[in-house]
């Protein structure tokens, strides 16, 4: 079999599990020629090193801070990763150019649902970056009723509202100080930084019904999610995406059904280690 490559590129990167993820979806595949490996690169480095790749090289799994870059080195966007402004996708053609996507929306869409979130739900996203655009594409796959973005800087809200725009969604703003209260919809979705949600943990009054999806996995369980758990909240983890958003992406780049058992063990093992 041929030689085929695949990486993951973003800054910093050595933390990356991805590649543990890639590589043993390779071999449970039989994909003998293939392999995963890491690539420091920034979002302003990105277009030079696409523009270097060989023949060979089959897929790039973007992370920050390179999603927006990648949607310009693409001849083609999926109609999500138009909508959300961001990539965490690029499948190589046949003809050479590349195809962005984003697998981090179908990737949580996947999460949630399995975690019990059903049409109608109202949603809470903390945080106004990059995953709370995927947030938002999320609750409009999932029909939501009603989504509040909650967040510390009011500009980072209305850099968003483009977005909710294009999604059809009808999106309400609201500040931190609001975000205890916030966190009686039916799905709340923290994508702030590690450490940034850690006041809310004593402040929120959970409903069991709430499924709290945290998109950090390191440290874990964050303060919230250990909070939330307690309270009889359904949980979800940074490391279910991870694993959910990279089968998207192996089936993109191989053309091969994802061995999902063996990638999950892989990932876990991994966490342990």
């Known amino acids: 079999m041929s030689a085929h490559k695949a ?8 933390h990356s599990l991805s590649p543990v993820i890639h590589n043993a979806g390779y071999a449970a595949a039989g994909l003998t020629g293939w392999s995963y490996t890491r690539i420091e690169c920034a979002a302003e480095e990105l277009a030079g090193l696409v523009a270097g790749l060989g023949p060979e090289w089959a897929g ?6 390179s999603k927006e870059a990648a949607l310009a080195v693409a001849a083609e966007v999926s109609p999500v990763a138009a909508a959300v402004g961001a990539a965490n996708t690029l499948v190589r053609r ?3 150019s590349w195809y962005a996507d984003n697998t981090d929306v179908s990737g949580m869409v996947e999460v949630l649902t399995e975690a019990g979130v059903r049409s109608g739900a109202t949603v809470t ?3 106004a970056g990059g995953t709370a655009r995927a947030a938002l594409a999320a609750a409009a796959r999932l029909h939501a009723s009603a989504v509040a973005v909650v967040a510390r800087r009011p500009a980072a809200v209305a850099e968003l509202a ?3 725009g294009r999604l059809g969604l009808a999106m309400t703003a609201a500040g931190w100080s609001e975000a205890s209260t916030r966190a009686e919809a039916d799905v709340v979705i923290s994508t702030v930084p590690k450490g ?6 004593d402040t929120v009054c959970w409903r069991p019904g709430t499924v709290l999806f945290d998109a950090i996995y390191d440290p874990w369980p964050t303060p919230l999610a250990a909070a939330a758990g307690a309270a009889g909240c359904r949980i979800v983890s940074g490391l279910d ?21 063996a990638m999950s063990a892989a990932l876990a093992a991994a966490r342990a280690g």
């Open 60 to 65: 790039l799994s973007v992370t920050m801070p």
């Open 196 to 201: 940034a949600a850690d006041d809310l943990a």
């Open 125 to 127: 996203v903390l945080g």
């Open 7 to 14: 990486a993951v590129v973003g800054k910093p990167i050595a």
């Open 162 to 164: 483009p977005v909710a």
């Open 94 to 96: 046949p003809d050479g």
């Open 241 to 261: 995406l991870l694993l959910a958003q990279a089968i998207g992406q192996f089936e993109q780049f191989t053309g091969v059904a994802a061995p999902r058992p």
